[in-house]
């Protein structure tokens, strides 16, 4: 569960009996409430994408946040974010001057999530978060992606930016790299790392590349 949600749910329990009795009771409420995460929040996402890409949902932290903003620092112009989440990225990125600032995201749930998140922060309608398979997007408009996915589909993901990212653009990947790819800096330790790729950089790396040589 996202901490802001726990700290949501531990607020309502206060005050409640502590005995056997609400003890049981609160058992099989967070046994449910885990439930109602899984089946409502992420399988909704992963019912209409091939096993192999799918990604599951895990919040992104605050430093983490922190990090992906810091790699942008300097830069303008549209902000993607590939598999969205719960948004706090997208917000984040137009708080700090990106236009426009979009999430890409499967999940219904998140998107109502993601749109609760704007909304409480004076943003709904200047953020945009679109239901639509990352897979599917056309990318060639973007100047600005950050991505937190799994190790599994970032080889594939380099393929799609790099056959679609204009040269200018730079790429964010929070807690892991992608595979093949040199990156131009870094920042941040363990989990919370983030790393930038600048496309351009990345095209010549691979055209200066020896043939034969393994990626």
């Known amino acids: ?21 609400g003890l049981v009771k609160l058992a099989a409420g967070t046994g449910f409430v885990a439930y109602v995460m899984w089946a409502g929040v992420l399988m909704p996402g992963f019912r209409r994408v091939p096993l192999k890409l799918q990604v599951p949902y895990v919040p992104s932290s605050a430093k983490q946040v922190e990090n992906v903003m810091s790699l942008l620092k300097g830069r303008s112009g549209k902000m993607v974010d590939l598999g969205s989440g719960d948004g706090r990225i997208v917000l984040e990125a137009y708080k700090q001057g990106f236009r426009p600032a979009v999430g890409y995201e499967l999940n219904p749930w998140l998107l109502r999530l993601s749109n609760y998140r704007a909304w409480r922060a004076g ?36 393929t799609k930016l790099l056959a679609e990212l204009p040269d200018e653009a730079r790429v964010v990947a929070g807690r892991f790299p992608f595979p093949t790819w040199m990156p131009t800096t870094s920042v941040g330790e363990g989990i919370n790392r983030s790393w930038a790729y600048d496309i351009k950089t990345v095209r010549q790396t691979r055209q200066n590349k020896p043939e034969g040589c393994p990626e």
């Open 1 to 21: 569960m996202d901490p802001d949600d726990i700290e949501e749910l531990a607020a309502e329990l206060q005050g409640k009996t502590d005995g056997g009795w």
């Open 123 to 158: 943003c709904y309608g200047k953020v945009f978060y679109q239901r639509q398979d990352l897979w599917k997007v056309n990318l060639s408009d973007c100047n600005n992606v950050s991505v937190f996915l799994a190790p599994s589909v970032l080889p594939l993901l380099e």
